[in-house]
């Protein structure tokens, strides 16, 4: 089952879960500052990122169901597209934090070009919805390796 929505219905869509998305962010930022909180709502936001694939991976394909599940996804996912950088450029040691962010960012466009090639395989034999699936795991095992790995000494002191 799919959702269609023509090109003029993609506002009722996308503004809503843009904006509330932003707002989401509001909160996750401002506990991200408390260093006693940034680990948590590390966690949190890769936990949204699994909540909202899961939700677009068995919700039906209505507007209210896809619009939570965007909304989350895109709350967890904005807070960590700019949380990763900075918390990079926090530990890397002083001469080294060109290297570590060149590092992070050819990581980041490498996993988009393995993230396509995997998902349109996955989705040819699979079906489109089975991808949401199939990333729902990959950040299972992403939130589950950040609430296992130990925090390093410099990490700890962040809260990181």
């Known amino acids: 089952q799919e959702l269609s929505l023509s090109s003029r219905d993609d506002l009722r869509l996308y503004a809503p879960v843009l904006g509330l998305s932003v707002l989401g962010l509001l909160p996750l930022m401002s506990l991200a500052r408390r260093p006693e909180w940034a680990g948590r709502v590390f966690a949190f936001s890769i936990l949204l990122l699994v909540l909202g694939e899961v939700l677009l991976w068995q919700a039906p394909a209505q507007l209210l169901p896809i619009g939570v599940a965007l909304t989350l996804f895109f709350t967890g996912f904005n807070f960590l597209e700019a ?3 900075s918390a990079i450029s926090r530990v890397a040691p002083k001469g080294g934090k060109g290297a570590a962010l060149g590092t992070y960012a050819s990581g980041q466009f490498i996993g988009i070009f393995l993230g396509g090639v995997c998902g349109g395989f996955i989705a040819h034999h699979a079906g489109y919805r089975s991808v949401f699936g199939a990333v729902s795991v990959v950040c299972t095992g992403w939130l589950l390796l ?9 990490e700890a002191a962040a809260g990181a």
């Open 83 to 85: 949380a990763l950088p």
């Open 146 to 154: 950040s609430l296992l790995a130990p925090a390093r000494p410099r």
